[in-house]
């Protein structure tokens, strides 16, 4: 997921998806400091939807009713922050599932821990990155939402059910006071790995808690040029030469753009090819002796530090630095994952469209994911590899082209991204998901009035 665009100047209004291609239908908007007015918001009557930092291209968070925004609950502060440690020496974070993760990373590195992984940008919502199975890259790293222990979700009805990993059966509703209006709480069975990757159709998630780990240090380092043989010939090699790698192109005949090696400091005498053993040479690429940015001609100071200084993970594992919020972003996003034994064919599949991508493209980045098994994840099963274009933004011509590349890709079972564009329909997506079904089912029982359902959830549950 790149960003192209980092002037701190500009922001889009509620009104607006981030890339201001979407206007939001809502007529109402609301930023709920505690429970219980999120309670009585999901239960006043008409459609609800979660608002979480705007950065999906597609309707999903649209409504014609009333966005809930938990930007203003519970907000992250590291005073505040409680790391817990269990009996075993599991340690966990709970936050508000409005917390965006850079402030989280921010504040748990106060407290010296660190969240396993994070995606391009910093500034996304917990809540929101996980429902929709964003990710960063390497291939030992699940999506974000591969960190969660427990979310606490507030159903269509008003209920509040808190689903932890192992367990199957929600809790209840919690301590607070339901309003009168609000029926007892059903004994709903809420299988774990259904309700990470949620799209926003079980509910509203309120908190969220999340497996970190000891603080740990992380090195940049970028390569240019890297030859298309070299790929093809060493794919597990190249992609897996750090703890997260990304390769990015923009479909040039001779070789592929730039390689961002993201390797942990305390792993790089463990892993082979790595930062340590690279040199000036990466399979043929060349160590760039300047900051770079993933598009040639924009500035890398919005970037995070490179050139193989080592520095905190939460400052290097994005892409991109929190002090530079997003602007409006001029551009589109779609990706796909397919399993990644598939990825030089996949590749391949795209590269032999690359007469009609590169008019529209700004850069395509390839990146890995590991299998989390959650029903909705296009990682679910297997270790994927995801094929990310941001385009220009030329919606029409843009969408017109979406199915050539899913066509194209069709023969290795590839899976959208939730929140990006895409044209796959809900047929082959219960091919794609085989239990898209018992999702559906699931999602009905949770919310039986249909207060989260919008057009984005008609067209991909059916």
Same mark, same amino acid.
């Given at each position: 997921m790149v960003s192209v665009t980092d002037d701190v100047s500009t922001q889009t209004t509620d009104r607006s998806n981030w890339a201001g291609n979407l206007e939001y239908r809502a007529v109402d908007l609301l930023r709920p400091t505690t429970l219980e007015e999120v309670r009585e918001a999901v239960t006043s009557g &008409?459609? $609800?939807? =979660? @608002?979480?930092?705007?950065?999906?291209?597609?309707?999903?968070?649209?409504?014609?009713?009333?966005?809930?925004?938990?930007?203003r609950f519970e907000p992250v502060d590291a005073s505040t922050l409680v790391v817990d440690t269990d009996a075993s020496g599991a340690t966990t974070?709970?936050?508000s599932g409005g917390a965006r993760y850079g402030d989280l990373a921010t504040a748990l590195f106060e407290h010296g821990y660190a969240v396993p992984n994070l995606a391009s940008l910093p500034h996304i919502s917990v809540a929101g990155a996980i429902a929709t199975a964003t990710h960063g890259s390497g291939v030992t790293n699940q999506g974000?939402? &591969?960190? $969660?222990? =427990? @979310?606490?979700?507030?159903?269509?009805?008003?209920?509040?059910l808190t689903v932890r990993r192992g367990d199957t059966a929600s809790t209840g509703?919690?301590?607070?006071t339901a309003p009168s209006d609000i029926t007892a709480p059903?004994?709903?069975?809420?299988?774990?790995d259904a309700a990470v990757v949620h799209l926003g159709a079980l509910g509203v998630v309120t908190r969220v808690t999340l497996a970190v780990e000891p603080t740990f240090e992380v090195r940049q380092d970028v390569f240019v040029d890297l030859p298309w043989e070299s790929f093809e010939r060493d794919v597990d090699a190249v992609?897996?030469?750090?703890?997260s790698v990304s390769v990015f192109t923009r479909w040039r005949d001779d070789a592929m753009d730039q390689v961002w090696l993201k390797s942990r400091v305390d792993e790089l005498e463990s892993r082979p090819g790595g930062a340590l053993a690279l040199g000036e040479d990466f399979h043929g690429a060349r160590r760039?002796?300047?900051?770079?940015?993933?598009?040639?001609g924009i500035s890398a100071e919005s970037c995070t530090e490179q050139l193989g200084v080592a520095g905190p993970a939460h400052e290097r594992l994005a892409h991109f630095r929190m002090a530079f919020t997003p602007s409006n972003g001029d551009e589109l996003q779609s990706e796909y994952l397919v399993p990644r034994q598939h990825a030089v064919a996949a590749v391949a599949a795209v590269r032999a469209l690359r007469d009609r991508i590169v008019p529209l493209?700004?850069?395509?980045?390839?990146?890995?994911?590991?299998a989390d098994g959650f029903w909705l994840s296009p990682s679910g099963a297997q270790d994927a590899v995801g094929i990310h274009f941001t385009w220009l933004q030329r919606q029409d011509e843009v969408e017109a082209l979406l199915p050539v590349i899913e066509e194209a890709l069709a023969p290795f079972d590839a899976r959208p991204h939730w929140g990006k564009l895409f044209t796959t329909d809900q047929a082959r997506l219960a091919e794609l998901y085989p239990r898209l079904a018992e999702f559906r089912e699931l999602a009905a029982r949770l919310d039986p009035q249909g207060v989260f359902r919008n057009d984005y959830l008609r067209r991909v549950l059916g």
């Amino acid at each position: 997921m790149v960003s192209v665009t980092d002037d701190v100047s500009t922001q889009t209004t509620d009104r607006s998806n981030w890339a201001g291609n979407l206007e939001y239908r809502a007529v109402d908007l609301l930023r709920p400091t505690t429970l219980e007015e999120v309670r009585e918001a999901v239960t006043s009557g &008409g459609p $609800v939807r =979660a @608002l979480g930092s705007r950065h999906c291209f597609n309707d999903i968070a649209d409504t014609t009713g009333t966005h809930l925004s938990l930007d203003r609950f519970e907000p992250v502060d590291a005073s505040t922050l409680v790391v817990d440690t269990d009996a075993s020496g599991a340690t966990t974070v709970t936050v508000s599932g409005g917390a965006r993760y850079g402030d989280l990373a921010t504040a748990l590195f106060e407290h010296g821990y660190a969240v396993p992984n994070l995606a391009s940008l910093p500034h996304i919502s917990v809540a929101g990155a996980i429902a929709t199975a964003t990710h960063g890259s390497g291939v030992t790293n699940q999506g974000l939402g &591969g960190a $969660v222990v =427990a @979310l606490e979700i507030v159903t269509g009805t008003g209920e509040v059910l808190t689903v932890r990993r192992g367990d199957t059966a929600s809790t209840g509703p919690s301590t607070s006071t339901a309003p009168s209006d609000i029926t007892a709480p059903s004994d709903h069975t809420v299988p774990f790995d259904a309700a990470v990757v949620h799209l926003g159709a079980l509910g509203v998630v309120t908190r969220v808690t999340l497996a970190v780990e000891p603080t740990f240090e992380v090195r940049q380092d970028v390569f240019v040029d890297l030859p298309w043989e070299s790929f093809e010939r060493d794919v597990d090699a190249v992609l897996g030469a750090a703890y997260s790698v990304s390769v990015f192109t923009r479909w040039r005949d001779d070789a592929m753009d730039q390689v961002w090696l993201k390797s942990r400091v305390d792993e790089l005498e463990s892993r082979p090819g790595g930062a340590l053993a690279l040199g000036e040479d990466f399979h043929g690429a060349r160590r760039s002796p300047v900051p770079l940015h993933p598009l040639p001609g924009i500035s890398a100071e919005s970037c995070t530090e490179q050139l193989g200084v080592a520095g905190p993970a939460h400052e290097r594992l994005a892409h991109f630095r929190m002090a530079f919020t997003p602007s409006n972003g001029d551009e589109l996003q779609s990706e796909y994952l397919v399993p990644r034994q598939h990825a030089v064919a996949a590749v391949a599949a795209v590269r032999a469209l690359r007469d009609r991508i590169v008019p529209l493209l700004q850069v395509t980045e390839i990146r890995t994911v590991a299998a989390d098994g959650f029903w909705l994840s296009p990682s679910g099963a297997q270790d994927a590899v995801g094929i990310h274009f941001t385009w220009l933004q030329r919606q029409d011509e843009v969408e017109a082209l979406l199915p050539v590349i899913e066509e194209a890709l069709a023969p290795f079972d590839a899976r959208p991204h939730w929140g990006k564009l895409f044209t796959t329909d809900q047929a082959r997506l219960a091919e794609l998901y085989p239990r898209l079904a018992e999702f559906r089912e699931l999602a009905a029982r949770l919310d039986p009035q249909g207060v989260f359902r919008n057009d984005y959830l008609r067209r991909v549950l059916g």
